[in-house]
T-cell receptor, first 115, second 115 residues
Framework: DSGVTQTPKHLITATGQRVTLRCSPR?????VYWYQQSLDQGLQFLIH???????AKGNILERFSAQQFPDLHSELNLSSLELGDSALYFC??????????????FGPGTRLTVL | AQTVTQSQPEMSVQEAETVTLSCTYD???????LFWYKQPPSRQMILVIR??????QNATENRFSVNFQKAAKSFSLKISDSQLGDAAMYFC????????????FGTGTLLAVQP
């Protein structure tokens, strides 16, 4: 158990819908990262938040957005869902996220299925 | 841009034997970190080992060790005394030493352990 929690574990929804994925980082970690794992794209970085502020963006679609709240939990919002958004979404956290020896620890993931 | 390549989609090893998984990367940076993550059938991403590029000594964690060849940009993972629980997908990952903390992953190597 990494200490990172993600809810829900599984999500099944229809095209055009909107969903919210939630992540709670390890105690003491200030950074939260979101990654998407799909069969065709592999593991891709989406976005990084540090202490409530966006630090870096990766290949995140405009239909997707995220935020990190004052209690440091994070939410990833996916809207206007398409079949291709079906994937495993991971949240990871790290102590700082400012470079150096910082290591990311992953949550169990949320499996999103868009029908 | 940095890239990570895992040229072995699948590998197989007998229980108690040793296996080496290959990883090469491309970067123009001098400060970076390399990681191996394990993803068992549960889909959880588990950190196996980390290597700092500025360290000449190869990292070791129990039965897991790396062969880090900086000039050749090679970062292989050796698993000794393989156990059935080592069966998983293994991902090699790169992270810049700067403020961009995103992990760049290879495509993974699926390791089977034969009893």
């Amino acid at each position: 158990d990494s200490g990172v929690t993600q809810t829900p574990k599984h999500l099944i929804t229809a095209t055009g819908q909107r969903v919210t994925l939630r992540c709670s980082p390890r105690s003491g970690d200030l950074s939260v990262y979101w990654y998407q794992q799909s069969l065709d794209q592999g593991l891709q970085f989406l976005i990084h938040y540090y202490n409530g502020e966006e630090r870096a963006k990766g290949n995140i679609l405009e239909r997707f957005s995220a935020q990190q709240f004052p209690d440091l939990h994070s939410e990833l919002n996916l809207s206007s869902l398409e079949l291709g958004d079906s994937a495993l979404y991971f949240c990871a956290s790290s102590v700082e996220g400012l470079g150096g020896t910082d290591t990311q620890y992953f949550g169990p993931g949320t499996r999103l299925t868009v029908l | 841009a940095q890239t990570v390549t895992q040229s072995q989609p699948e590998m197989s090893v007998q229980e108690a034997e040793t296996v080496t998984l290959s990883c090469t990367y491309d970067t123009s940076e001098s400060d970076y970190y390399l990681f191996w993550y394990k993803q068992p059938p549960s889909r959880q991403m588990i950190l196996v080992i980390r290597q700092e590029a500025y360290k000449q000594q190869n990292a070791t964690e129990n039965r897991f060790s790396v062969n880090f060849q900086k000039a050749a940009k090679s970062f292989s993972l050796k698993i000794s005394d393989s156990q059935l629980g080592d069966a998983a997908m293994y991902f090699c990952a790169y992270r810049s030493g700067g403020a961009t903390n995103k992990l760049i992953f290879g495509t993974g190597t699926l390791l089977a352990v034969q009893p």
